[in-house]
Nanobody, 127 residues
C-alpha cells in the first residue's frame, strides 16, 4: 500500500524544538523528492522545505531558513524535519509529499504534481 505517514507533532513552547518524521512505504522511496508543506488555521498552504532524492540538496522557505533542517534516510524510507527555535507562527498542520521534481528555489504551495501525500501532523507552538 502506497503511503506517507507523518509523526512527531505536538504542543511546544515558543523557542522549543520538535522533530517531525515522514515514513514512506509502498513505492521506491529514493526515486522521489520529499517536500514538507504546512497549513496554518485559516490560511493557505505554504511550502516549507524540500529534499532531493539522494538527500544531497535541500531547500527552505525564507520563513524557516536557519531554524529548520530537513534530512532523509533512504535505507529506512524516512524523512525528518528538525524544527528549532519554534515560533507561534509555525503553528500548522505539517504534511509531507513525494514527487519526482525538486524545488530548488521557490516551493509552490499549490503545485498539483505531487504523487503522494501524507495526512499531516499538527504542530502547536504556544507563546
Amino acid at each position: 500500500q502506497l503511503q506517507l505517514v507523518e509523526s512527531g507533532g505536538g504542543l511546544v513552547q515558543s523557542g522549543g524544538s520538535l522533530r517531525l518524521a515522514c515514513a514512506a512505504s509502498g513505492f521506491t522511496f529514493d526515486d522521489y523528492t520529499i517536500t514538507w508543506f504546512r497549513q496554518a488555521p485559516g490560511k493557505g498552504r505554504e511550502g516549507v522545505s524540500c529534499i532531493s532524492m539522494s538527500g544531497s540538496s535541500t531547500n527552505y522557505a525564507e520563513s524557516v531558513r536557519g531554524r529548520f533542517t530537513i534530512s532523509r534516510d533512504n535505507a529506512k524510507n524516512m524523512v525528518y524535519l528538525q524544527m528549532n527555535n519554534l515560533k507561534p507562527e509555525d503553528t500548522a498542520v505539517y504534511s509531507c509529499a513525494a514527487a519526482t521534481i525538486y524545488f530548488s528555489d521557490y516551493i509552490p504551495p499549490d503545485y498539483n504534481g505531487m504523487d503522494y501525500w501524507g495526512k499531516g501532523t499538527l504542530v502547536t507552538v504556544s507563546s
